[in-house]
């Protein structure tokens, strides 16, 4: 395995130029990182491969078993009490409920309630009404009056309202604040334009202070050293990164590798002879079983069902014929039906059953 080979090259990507730096860095970071990763990367196999065993064997029928018990201990219970306790009482007390409340309340608003309404209602339409509209009739003269005063005084109100204070009020906005407030706006007009020019005369200043006490330097810092310093530790962050994806990948083969081994040393340990043995031992026992107990044993219990069968059979037809026996002795046989033939007469039986209704017409 070539650990020499660039990322790029080994991504299908085209080579870039590299330095010195980055040739004299990528050897040795990749050996170290390789003799790192390697146990890291067979621990994380072992510890997955340990998951999905326990996964399989102890998490998965806990989990079905807890789920079972889960059942039977919360579910199961609630819906027999639903089922068997709440739903027949709530029925019960539904038709209670309608015998003792709901049938009173319907015969008390169709034979009590129904005839007052109707009986107010007809006092409303036939004496109420009348009354409200002599009421209103009078308290509409009332009003007209009323507003005939509150006319007049709105007039009156009106006028001295609008010569005692509206035309004073427009000759003094007119002739005294209007030139004031000019003047006042004028005043603040160069007083904002004055305090302006300070406030941009203070801030050109302490901008040229700050761009020559603190950006330049700063620039200088970050174009001239942190660029740089910048720049050798991506180069070292990236070969560390390929360096890192290489040895996993790598570890990965030995661990595969590993794993092979100890399958293949675990089959022939553990799976051949068990496997052999089954082949050997346990088939042949088996067949002889088979052969010897099982289907003797099979056809015995097919011939013990036939013959129940037959016997099964033979009694049901005899309980079927004594019964048509019984009924017939006490009915009787019964009626045999009679076929009507439904062929079309030919010559001859035409002129038979003309001769015969002929005769009977005669007689």
């Given at each position: 395995m070539d650990l020499e080979k660039s990322a790029p090259a080994a991504r299908g990507e085209a080579p870039r130029g590299e330095g010195c730096l980055v040739v004299a860095i990528r050897m040795p970071v990749r050996i170290v990182v390789l003799v790192l990763v390697v146990p890291v990367r067979m621990a994380w196999d072992a510890l997955v491969v340990a998951g999905r065993f326990l996964n399989d064997t102890v998490f998965r029928p806990l989990g079905r078993a807890s789920l079972w018990v889960g059942r039977a201990v919360f579910v199961w219970p609630f819906v027999g009490l639903w089922r068997y306790v709440l739903v027949p009482l709530g029925t019960a007390l539904t038709r209670l409920?309608?015998?003792l409340v709901v049938l009173p309340a319907v015969g008390l608003y169709r034979h009590v309630l129904t005839p007052v309404g109707h009986a107010l209602l007809w006092v409303y339409a036939r004496v109420l009404t009348p009354v409200g509209h002599a009421?209103?009739?009078a308290l509409r003269g009332v009003g007209a009056v009323l507003a005939a005063i509150g006319a007049g005084?709105?007039?009156?109100?009106?006028w001295l309202t609008r010569y005692l204070v509206v035309v004073p009020s427009v000759w003094l906005y007119t002739w005294?604040?209007?030139?004031v407030g000019h003047?006042?706006?004028?005043?603040?007009?160069?007083?904002v334009r004055l305090v302006t020019m300070i406030v941009t005369g203070v801030g050109t200043g302490l901008y040229w202070i700050t761009r020559i006490l603190f950006v330049l330097p700063a620039l200088a810092v970050w174009r001239w050293v942190l660029v740089p310093v910048g720049r050798v530790l991506a180069v070292a962050g990236r070969e560390v990164g390929d360096a890192l994806g290489h040895a996993w990948r790598v570890a990965g083969r030995v661990s595969s590798a590993v794993g092979r081994f100890l399958g293949t040393l675990f089959r022939w340990v553990?799976?051949?002879?068990?496997?052999?043995?089954?082949?050997?031992?346990?088939t042949p026992v088996g067949h002889v079983v088979r052969d010897a107990v099982l289907r003797p044993a099979?056809?015995?219990?097919?011939g013990a069902g036939r013959a129940a069968r037959q016997v099964l059979a033979a009694a049901r037809v005899s309980v079927r014929q004594a019964r048509a026996d019984f009924r017939r002795m006490?009915?009787?046989?019964?009626?045999?039906?009679v076929l009507a033939d439904r062929r079309e007469p030919t010559g001859r039986e035409t002129r038979t059953l003309g001769s015969r209704t002929t005769a009977l017409t005669k007689d």
């Amino acid at each position: 395995m070539d650990l020499e080979k660039s990322a790029p090259a080994a991504r299908g990507e085209a080579p870039r130029g590299e330095g010195c730096l980055v040739v004299a860095i990528r050897m040795p970071v990749r050996i170290v990182v390789l003799v790192l990763v390697v146990p890291v990367r067979m621990a994380w196999d072992a510890l997955v491969v340990a998951g999905r065993f326990l996964n399989d064997t102890v998490f998965r029928p806990l989990g079905r078993a807890s789920l079972w018990v889960g059942r039977a201990v919360f579910v199961w219970p609630f819906v027999g009490l639903w089922r068997y306790v709440l739903v027949p009482l709530g029925t019960a007390l539904t038709r209670l409920g309608k015998v003792l409340v709901v049938l009173p309340a319907v015969g008390l608003y169709r034979h009590v309630l129904t005839p007052v309404g109707h009986a107010l209602l007809w006092v409303y339409a036939r004496v109420l009404t009348p009354v409200g509209h002599a009421v209103v009739w009078a308290l509409r003269g009332v009003g007209a009056v009323l507003a005939a005063i509150g006319a007049g005084a709105y007039a009156g109100l009106a006028w001295l309202t609008r010569y005692l204070v509206v035309v004073p009020s427009v000759w003094l906005y007119t002739w005294v604040l209007t030139p004031v407030g000019h003047a006042a706006a004028r005043c603040v007009k160069g007083l904002v334009r004055l305090v302006t020019m300070i406030v941009t005369g203070v801030g050109t200043g302490l901008y040229w202070i700050t761009r020559i006490l603190f950006v330049l330097p700063a620039l200088a810092v970050w174009r001239w050293v942190l660029v740089p310093v910048g720049r050798v530790l991506a180069v070292a962050g990236r070969e560390v990164g390929d360096a890192l994806g290489h040895a996993w990948r790598v570890a990965g083969r030995v661990s595969s590798a590993v794993g092979r081994f100890l399958g293949t040393l675990f089959r022939w340990v553990f799976v051949e002879p068990v496997r052999r043995v089954y082949r050997s031992v346990l088939t042949p026992v088996g067949h002889v079983v088979r052969d010897a107990v099982l289907r003797p044993a099979a056809e015995a219990a097919r011939g013990a069902g036939r013959a129940a069968r037959q016997v099964l059979a033979a009694a049901r037809v005899s309980v079927r014929q004594a019964r048509a026996d019984f009924r017939r002795m006490l009915l009787g046989k019964p009626a045999e039906p009679v076929l009507a033939d439904r062929r079309e007469p030919t010559g001859r039986e035409t002129r038979t059953l003309g001769s015969r209704t002929t005769a009977l017409t005669k007689d």
